[in-house]
C-alpha cells in the first residue's frame, strides 16, 4: 500500500501564489510513489479544483462548520467545500483545539457532518508537552479518540485518516522520536480495537504530523504502525516538497 502524504498549507497563499503552486505540483509530481492530498485555504480551492483536475492529487480543506446550512456568518459547510473540490477535511487540528477552544463534543459533530456529506476526515490528535512530561500521552489520546468518534459506525472509519501530530512538536522543530511515535500509533490502534474491533484497528490508516520535513521524513514516514505523514511548512515550498514526495517508496 502506497503512503498517504497530506499537505496542510495553513493560511498561505492567496489565489495567484495557489495557481503557480498547483501548476507546479502538478507538472512534476509522480503518482505512483504515494497518495498526495493538499489541503490550501478555502478560497484556493476552486482554481486548485481546475489545475488538478486530471491528476491524481486530491484535495482537501482545512476546516468545516458543524452545521450544514444557515445563518452562520463566516463558516463553510460540507457541502460548499464538496462543490469547490475538497475530497477531505482536516478536523481536530492543535490550532483549532488551542486557539479556536474547539472541543472534542464540536469536533465530532463536525465529523458527522463531513462523512454525511461526503467528506473523508483527517483527524488530529496529540498531546501537549506538559501531558508527555506527566505520562498522561495514552489518556489524553483515548480521550479525544473516544469522544471524536463517539456514535460512528465501523465502517464510517473507512473514511477517517488519525493524525497523530503532538502539540509540543508542531511547528518547534522538534519532531517525536520514532518511540515516541511507535508508541503513539500502538495507543491509537488500540483505541480503536477497544472501541470498534480488531479488524478496525489493523486497518485504519495512522499518519504522523509535527515537524516533518527533507531531514527527518525518511526516518517518521517509516515507523511501525505509521501509513504516511502530514506535512506543515516545508509543504509551501513546491521544489522542496516534490523532492520529498518523489522520494517516497
Known sequence: MKKIVIANLKMNQNIDESKTYFTKMVANFNGDK??????????????????????????????????????YTGEISAQMLKKAGADYVILGHSDRRNKFKESDKLI??????????????????GESLADKNTGKTYDVIRKQLEEDLRGLYENELESVIIAYEPIWAIGTGNNASVKDIENSAKLIRKVIFDNFSEK??????????GSLNQKNYQALLYCTGIDGGLFGACSLDPKVFLEILNSVK
Open 34 to 71: 504515494c497518495d498526495l492530498i493538499i489541503c490550501p485555504p478555502y478560497t484556493s480551492l476552486s482554481i486548485a479544483k481546475f489545475i488538478t483536475q486530471n491528476s491524481s492529487i486530491r484535495l482537501g480543506a482545512q476546516n468545516v462548520c458543524d452545521e450544514e446550512f444557515g445563518a
Open 108 to 125: 465530532n459533530k463536525k465529523i458527522k457532518t463531513s462523512l454525511k456529506n461526503g467528506l473523508k476526515c483527517i483527524l488530529c490528535v
Open 200 to 209: 478496525a484497528s489493523r486497518d485504519i490508516q495512522v499518519i504522523y504530523g
